[in-house]
C-alpha cells in the first residue's frame, strides 16, 4: 500500500513570525539548502511593487571567496564572509522609472526593501537566521558584482542556521502611543 505521509508541522502564526524575527549576526557552518533559498527568493518575489513593476533582482552569495569580498565591501563585518548564502537585493531604477519618472528610484527602493523584509520574514518560517546589512560601500558592492548602472545594491541579507541566540536591543522600542498620529501630527 501508499505510505502515509510523515505530518506536518502546522504552519507559524503570523504573529509568531514577526515576533521571532531578530537579526541573527553569527552562523552554522552547515549548508542552507537550494529548496530554502529558492523558497526565499520566491517570497521576496510575492512583494508588493508600484505598478507591479518588481524592481527587485537579486544576487546570491554562496562562494566563500566572493563572501570575503563582499565582506570587505561591508566594512568587514564578520558576518558578511561566514554566513553560508547572502542574498544580496538590488533595485532596478530604470525599470520603476520608465513607468513613474523621477519618482522610480525612490519607488523601487522602497519595493526592494518590501522584498528584503519577505526575505527576513521568511527566513524565521524556514528556521534560518538571517540579518539585513545596510553598512556597504555601494560602489565597491555594484563593481564586484558588474552591476548595471541603473541597477543599485539595496541591503546584503546574510542568511544561515543560528550559532547565537538573539541580541537584545540596547535601545527600548519607542511606545507605539508616541509614533501614531491621527489625522494631524
Known sequence: GAETPAPQPAPKRFADVVRQRAMI??????????EKIQQ??????????GGNLQPWEFVVVKNPEVRAKLAKAAMDQTS?????????????????????GTRGSFISLVDTAFASLLILLGAVE?????????????EAVAKLFGLPPHVRPVGLITIGYPAEA????????????????VDKW
Do not use: N, W
Not at 526565499?40 to 511593487?49: E, F, G, N
Open 80 to 100: 558578511v564572509a561566514t554566513a553560508p548564502v547572502i542574498i544580496v537585493t538590488c533595485a532596478d531604477i530604470q525599470r520603476a522609472g520608465s513607468q513613474v
Open 126 to 138: 524556514q528556521a534560518l537566521g538571517a540579518c539585513f546589512v545596510a553598512s556597504y560601500d555601494a
Open 25 to 34: 549576526r553569527a552562523y552554522k557552518s552547515d549548508p542552507v539548502s537550494e
Open 166 to 181: 538573539p541580541r537584545k536591543p540596547t535601545t527600548k522600542k519607542i511606545p507605539l502611543k508616541k509614533l501614531v498620529h
Open 40 to 49: 526565499l527568493l520566491k517570497y521576496a518575489a510575492r512583494a508588493p511593487s
